[in-house]
């Protein structure tokens, strides 16, 4: 038939709901709620789209070092792509390779990594966290036949950080020809990044997103950052793909958004505040809430399904995350949202639960 044998085996990511229904209230899928920079409105309200004529740079050069600046490295130490997930697809082709053996990662993770990893045949083993629902970096460093290891930081869902001490611990001790992936999409919700182990350690790349900090999910833009050999390597799967995955307006709005980190300071201050706030709040009603550096926990209440929780919140116009997955099944993920969206969050749960 006109179907590949590739198209049979694919078992594609399942991304939370994007209802376009603006009646919703939205706290599935971790966007910002405060929007981004006014410098990105003029950006867009400036844009002469006579610059829509020429094909983007494919090396986004602009973007690079500005990023580059942003974090103290070269620009050579740069790459970027549609979304991180781009980025991450990209990451998984060019190091992670079967004949070392097998990637790693947390039981409880970005479910996106083992829908890449069966997109390339790459094999792959869980770790288990620990109890407490940590990242155990003892069970990592035990596991022989290592093709390489990525872990969000903070993990998703967990919302739980790993000390930055911890990290360079771990990365220390791990093979140093095996590759150390970092996805730090939620790491400016009050952790420390490792961007400033890259100098140190040659096997290290950080992955960030403008999709939540940034509150640009809808451009579709993320970046790797690490020594320029992998950086290369990630241009060289780039040009076997699509030379311009990044088109020339979300490159000039991603400037824009880079050049004003102070408003981005504020905003994400107060979804710490916000966060804390809920994490309070659910507490006091008798909810078990994990302990979040990201824009989001992850919370149960004994007794309760998450399936369960997720419909009820649903029934009443608010959409949260719920995840099928064994050892996970009673707790539910809540984006942090503004105090409204907060506060109608809490009158929900106080009359439903
Ligand atoms: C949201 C998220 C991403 C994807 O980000 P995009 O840049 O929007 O593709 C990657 N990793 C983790 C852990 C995420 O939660």
Redesign the pocket.
């Known amino acids: 038939m006109m179907f590949s044998k590739r198209l049979k085996e694919l078992k594609p990511y399942i991304p939370g709901e994007q209802p376009g229904d603006a009646n919703y209230i939205k706290l599935n899928t971790?966007e910002n709620p405060f929007g981004p920079s006014p410098r990105v409105k003029d950006i867009l309200n400036t844009f002469d789209p006579e610059n829509l004529r020429l094909y983007p740079d494919p090396l986004f050069k602009n973007l690079r070092s500005k990023l580059a600046d942003k974090y103290g490295l070269l620009p050579n130490q740069v790459f970027a792509g549609n979304?991180?997930?781009?980025v991450?697809s990209f990451v998984f082709f060019a190091f992670f390779d079967t004949l070392n053996g097998n990637l790693i990662f947390p039981e409880h993770t970005?479910s996106?990594y083992p829908v890449y990893c069966d997109f390339y045949g790459i094999s792959y083993q869980k770790i288990p966290l620990k109890s407490d629902f940590s990242i155990d970096i003892n069970s990592f460093l035990k596991t022989h036949e290592i093709a390489g290891l990525i872990f969000?930081n903070p993990n998703?869902p967990t919302g739980i950080l790993m000390p930055l001490k911890e990290v360079e611990d771990l990365i220390q001790r791990f093979p140093k020809d095996r590759l150390v992936v970092i996805?730090e999409?939620?790491i400016d919700f009050g952790g420390q990044s490792a961007v400033p182990l890259i100098d140190k350690y040659n096997n290290l790349l950080v992955i960030k997103?403008?999709?939540?900090s940034m509150s640009l999910?809808g451009i579709?833009?993320?970046y790797a950052l690490g020594n320029e050999k992998l950086i290369a390597a990630l241009f060289a799967v780039k040009d076997s793909f699509n030379s311009y995955p990044i088109d020339t307006l979300t490159l000039k709005i991603a400037e824009a958004a880079v050049s004003d980190m102070g408003y981005y300071d504020k905003i994400n201050k107060k979804i710490i505040q916000n966060r804390k706030k809920l994490t309070l709040d659910l507490e006091q009603k008798g909810w078990n809430v994990l302990p979040s550096s990201a824009n989001f926990i992850f919370t149960r209440k004994e007794g309760l399904s998450g399936s369960h929780v997720y419909k009820k919140f649903k029934e009443k116009g608010i959409l949260v995350r719920h995840f099928n997955h064994d050892g996970i099944k009673d707790f539910v993920r809540i984006t942090i949202g503004t105090d409204e969206m907060m506060e109608s969050f809490m009158s929900v749960l106080k009359t439903e639960f």
């Open positions: 971790n979304g991180s997930d781009e991450l970005y996106f969000p998703a996805d999409a939620y997103t403008f999709s939540k999910a579709r833009l993320g």
